[in-house]
């Protein structure tokens, strides 16, 4: 069982710490256990709870009410609510329920309707990618745990290679070609394998490299592939120095190939990015840079 501080509680929920506190003294729809220093701390079911009562009370149901619902009749509500629903804030809360309890079933109804409604592409950017920043912040200050962060992005990725699968042998003759890669020690794929997903999608050849690549492979590869773009990411730790190094050493090598980058190391005071790289900030970003529509 895990332990959560009421900063967790915040974080995790999106309701204020001074929220609970009331919540707690005047309806007492959770209670904390204390240390003998006065500190709270939350269990696995204290979070559940507060998740499903702040999806619900967002959705307009007064807390005075929410508050005498037992835990079966806030799932009850729940599962009610999200047949109606369309909310892509709910639907971000509520992927970010199943990966706090490892819930397979949850995270593919709430996938599943939402590519119903909106489509592949849709989802991912409107749903998934807000959605990863947010358990990627949650896992930088611990408030979920690793095994809970892989269980999710192994699920994503495993429906992003689906969806790339599904478009093989699609690529327009005299498209393109694009190499995609991540470097030595980077192994967080889901946003590169997006980039995949949209460039086959319209009819690019591409070159999908994966994880924890060498850059002397990097370079080994590019001059059999002879490709017009190349794509990569920082997600994992790094810093500046080495990202300035890596860089530079990317421009001095693909003197003739666009090179497209993107991550959140990239946002770190110090990274100087050559001017001849290009940053995607955004799916938007990403399309214009690639003339796409």
């Given at each position: 069982m895990?332990?959560?501080?009421?900063?967790?509680?915040?974080?995790?929920?999106?309701?204020?710490?001074?929220?609970?506190?009331?919540?707690?003294?005047?309806?007492?729809?959770?209670?904390?256990?204390?240390s003998?220093?006065?500190?709270?701390?939350?269990?696995?079911?204290?979070?559940r709870?507060?998740?499903?009562?702040?999806?619900?009370?967002?959705?307009?149901?007064?807390?005075?009410?929410?508050?005498?619902?037992?835990?079966?009749d806030?799932?009850?509500?729940?599962?009610?609510?999200?047949?109606?629903?369309?909310?892509?804030?709910?639907?971000?809360?509520?992927?970010?329920l199943?990966?706090?309890?490892?819930?397979?079933?949850?995270?593919?109804?709430?996938?599943?309707?939402?590519?119903?409604?909106?489509?592949?592409?849709?989802?991912?950017?409107?749903?998934?990618?807000?959605?990863?920043?947010?358990?990627?912040?949650?896992?930088?200050?611990?408030?979920?745990?690793?095994?809970?962060?892989?269980?999710?992005?192994?699920?994503i990725?495993?429906?992003?290679?689906?969806?790339?699968?599904?478009?093989?042998?699609?690529?327009?003759?005299?498209?393109?070609?694009?190499?995609?890669?991540?470097?030595?020690?980077?192994?967080?794929?889901?946003?590169?394998?997006?980039?995949?997903?949209?460039?086959?999608?319209?009819?690019?050849?591409?070159?999908?490299?994966?994880?924890?690549?060498?850059?002397?492979?990097?370079?080994?590869?590019?001059?059999?592939?002879?490709?017009?773009?190349?794509?990569?990411?920082?997600?994992?730790?790094?810093?500046?120095?080495?990202?300035?190094?890596?860089?530079?050493?990317?421009?001095?090598?693909?003197?003739d190939?666009?090179?497209?980058?993107?991550?959140l190391?990239?946002?770190?005071?110090?990274?100087?990015?050559?001017?001849?790289?290009?940053?995607?900030?955004?799916?938007?970003?990403?399309?214009?840079?690639?003339?796409?529509?």
């Amino acid at each position: 069982m895990s332990k959560y501080s009421i900063k967790d509680l915040e974080k995790i929920t999106g309701v204020k710490a001074h929220t609970i506190r009331i919540w707690e003294r005047r309806y007492g729809i959770i209670q904390p256990e204390r240390s003998k220093t006065n500190i709270r701390s939350y269990s696995d079911s204290d979070l559940r709870k507060l998740l499903n009562i702040s999806m619900l009370n967002s959705s307009g149901i007064k807390i005075s009410h929410l508050a005498k619902l037992s835990s079966i009749d806030l799932e009850a509500k729940i599962l009610e609510l999200s047949r109606s629903n369309k909310s892509i804030g709910f639907h971000i809360e509520k992927l970010t329920l199943a990966t706090i309890n490892f819930n397979e079933e949850l995270f593919e109804s709430i996938l599943s309707k939402c590519v119903l409604e909106s489509g592949m592409e849709s989802t991912i950017t409107e749903v998934l990618f807000p959605f990863f920043e947010r358990i990627g912040v949650l896992w930088q200050v611990g408030s979920i745990s690793p095994a809970q962060e892989h269980f999710i992005s192994n699920l994503i990725r495993q429906k992003l290679f689906a969806s790339i699968d599904s478009l093989s042998g699609k690529s327009v003759q005299g498209a393109s070609k694009v190499l995609i890669y991540l470097k030595e020690d980077e192994l967080h794929e889901v946003g590169i394998l997006f980039y995949n997903y949209i460039l086959r999608r319209n009819g690019f050849s591409t070159l999908y490299l994966g994880q924890d690549l060498p850059f002397k492979d990097l370079v080994s590869a590019v001059n059999d592939y002879n490709p017009n773009y190349i794509i990569s990411s920082f997600i994992s730790p790094i810093n500046p120095e080495d990202i300035n190094a890596y860089l530079l050493n990317m421009e001095k090598s693909f003197k003739d190939i666009d090179l497209l980058i993107t991550g959140l190391q990239l946002k770190q005071d110090g990274v100087e990015v050559p001017d001849s790289i290009k940053l995607i900030t955004s799916p938007q970003k990403f399309k214009e840079l690639l003339h796409l529509k």
